[in-house]
C-alpha cells in the first residue's frame, strides 16, 4: 500500500501543478484536516474540502497566481507519506522559496490529513503577511 500511497500523493502535486483541483481533492477524503504552522494569513487549521478549497485560493490571491511547488522526494511508509518539496511564490514585488515538509496521512487510498513543517517559519509569516 506504501507505493500506491506515494503514487497518489505524487499525482495531487502533478494535479495541483496543473490546475486541476478537482483531481487533488479526488485524492483527499472529505473529512481531510490540513493544519499551517505560524502566524500568516495562510496558518491555521482547516478542514474538508470547502475549507481547503478556500485556503488554496487564499494562496493563489496572495500571490496573485504566482505559486508553484517542485517535488524533490517523496517517501511512503504503511499510512504515512512524507514530501520534500519547495514551495516558490511570489507577492508584492518580492519572490521567495521556501523548503518544506509534508507529512500526508492515508486511509483506504484517500488522504486524510496534511501537516506542513516549514524551513523557516518566521520568514514565511513575514513574506505572507
Known amino acids: 500500500?506504501?507505493?500506491?500511497?506515494?503514487?497518489?500523493?505524487?499525482?495531487?502535486?502533478?494535479?495541483?501543478?496543473?490546475?486541476?483541483?478537482?483531481s487533488v481533492f479526488a485524492a483527499f477524503d472529505a473529512g481531510i484536516t490540513?493544519?499551517?504552522?505560524g502566524h500568516s494569513p495562510l496558518s491555521g487549521d482547516y478542514t474538508g474540502h470547502d475549507q481547503?478549497?478556500?485556503?488554496?485560493?487564499?494562496?493563489?490571491?496572495?500571490?496573485?497566481?504566482?505559486?508553484?511547488?517542485?517535488?524533490?522526494?517523496?517517501?511512503?511508509?504503511?499510512?504515512?507519506?512524507?514530501?520534500l518539496v519547495t514551495v516558490n511564490a511570489q507577492r508584492n514585488g518580492l519572490s521567495a522559496s521556501f523548503p518544506e515538509i509534508h507529512v500526508w496521512r492515508m486511509k483506504n487510498g484517500k488522504?486524510?490529513?496534511?501537516r506542513e513543517y516549514q524551513g523557516d517559519e518566521q520568514r514565511e509569516d513575514r513574506f505572507w503577511s
Open 1 to 22: 500500500m506504501s507505493d500506491t500511497n506515494s503514487v497518489i500523493i505524487r499525482k495531487a502535486y502533478e494535479d495541483f501543478a496543473q490546475g486541476n483541483v478537482p
Open 34 to 37: 490540513w493544519h499551517v504552522p
Open 52 to 83: 481547503i478549497g478556500g485556503f488554496f485560493q487564499r494562496t493563489m490571491e496572495l500571490s496573485r497566481g504566482a505559486f508553484s511547488i517542485d517535488v524533490h522526494n517523496v517517501m511512503a511508509e504503511n499510512d504515512l507519506v512524507v514530501v
Open 111 to 114: 488522504a486524510t490529513d496534511f
